[in-house]
């Protein structure tokens, strides 16, 4: 079964800086690609970010130029550094395992307990 543990969500003021973690085991880690997803209440869940297994990266146009997404190969995590947060990016975050392909991010069933972000005006 595969299990996606997340971390490093809170409350941050807009302009601020939050850095979220999604550890798993090694074998989902090595051979799949992994993705950020959030839900807004009363909004549909959105991809945030995907990332490959070699590396190339995917980004919403909402956050371009301010997320990252990157892999940690030696910890078996995936992370979120997100800058220049605004109101509008809270939601709950959540890890996903997935399928990179030519430049599209698309889910697997499989998905973290979430971790909320709230972003203060």
């Known amino acids: 079964q595969v299990q996606l543990v997340e971390s490093g969500g809170g409350l941050v003021q807009a302009g601020g800086s939050l850095r979220l973690s999604c550890a798993t085991d090694r074998s989902t880690f090595r051979f799949n690609a992994m993705g950020w997803y959030r839900q807004a209440p009363g909004k549909e869940r959105e991809l945030v970010a995907g990332i490959s297994g070699g590396g190339d990266t995917y980004y919403a146009d909402s956050v371009k130029g301010r997320f990252t997404i990157s892999r940690d190969n030696a910890k078996n995590t995936v992370n979120l550094q997100m800058n220049s947060l605004k109101p509008e990016d809270t939601a709950a975050y959540y890890c996903?395992?997935?399928?990179?392909?030519?430049?599209?991010?698309?889910?697997?069933?499989?998905w973290g307990q979430g971790t909320q972000v709230t972003v203060s005006s």
């Open positions: 996903n395992v997935g399928n990179y392909y030519r430049g599209s991010y698309s889910p697997y069933g499989y």
